[in-house]
């Protein structure tokens, strides 16, 4: 077993800044220069080890589900809970490094701000779920909101429950980031994700090797 605690990173962002993307990017060059098995990738919600969590996410993402956005937030604390216990404790633990599709400044940003439940509320929820479980860094993809609804309108058929394609939403949702980023900022990494796929990957690429997690 490795002595040294992997690193916990998680990548956050407005939609359509490319997260999905750079992280299968991300582990495609990891598993072509054999260094895979030093990390472990995953995605919120839900969770590559339960599939429990896989169920939370299935019916936070229904559109057919009507739920509160308290309820919103309890669901995504528990998956959460179920991917930490699972998965990522255990990686990191073991000396492996973690990347994360998303954590709790989603909720933060989401359920806290945008659905008004309430920040402070929303913290607490997810220190008690994650028993505080902070990630090493978060890296968070900048975009315009007038070209995150450009992005999604293209790529995506349909949104999914928990998406919109309003330019006022995500001028919204992108204030709320801010206000979190702005609170704890060391914790975070902003970069500009209106450029090239490649350049994106650089920029994130960058980081890593501060961090010398790659």
Known sequence: MNKNKGKFIVIEGMDGSGKSTI???LKDDLISKHKIDDFVFTREPGSAFSKEAEKIRQLILDNENDFSHMVDALLFATSRRLNLEKGIWPALNFGKHVISDRYWTSSFVY????GNVGLEKVQLINEIAT???????VIFFDL???TSVERITKIRGEADRLEKTDVAYYENLRQAYKTIINKNPEQFRVINANCSIIEL???VEDILKELEVI
Request: hydrophobic content about 25%; charged content about 30%.
């Open 111 to 114: 359920q806290g701000i945008l």
């Open 201 to 203: 990957y650089r920029k």
């Open 144 to 146: 315009q909101p007038e």
């Open 23 to 25: 992280v299968q990017m």
């Open 131 to 137: 028993d505080n479980t902070k990630p090493d860094l």
